[in-house]
């Protein structure tokens, strides 16, 4: 999961630069992503699902989407896509589960 922070990380320094970006980041990034594991919860569904997010000022917008799916021994929840201001971030395996 830190990986994808990582890359949400980056997408915010290139829109505010890098001592504004770490700040903002420190504090939307776990509070978007911790929303998201809280939506993929209450998950009535293992469809695909999304959820946006902007930040006040509208300058970052992003989407995360995900799944909930059964594993062997419990609900595992995975981050399936990240867009951030209309760039779709590749993620790997790393980056996918909550």
């Known amino acids: 999961m830190e990986e994808l922070r990582t890359l949400i990380l980056h997408e915010v320094i290139k829109t505010y630069g890098p001592l504004q970006g770490q700040g903002i980041g420190a504090i939307i990034i776990p509070a978007f992503i911790g929303d998201f594991k809280k939506v993929l919860e209450g998950a009535d569904t293992t469809d695909e699902i999304y959820e946006e997010y902007m ?35 590749k993620l790997t395996e790393r980056h996918c589960y909550v």
């Open 55 to 89: 930040t006040e000022d509208k300058k970052i917008h992003l989407i995360l989407e995900g799944r909930k799916s059964l594993g062997a021994k419990k609900v595992r929840l995975e981050i399936t896509g990240c867009v951030v201001n209309d760039n779709r971030l």
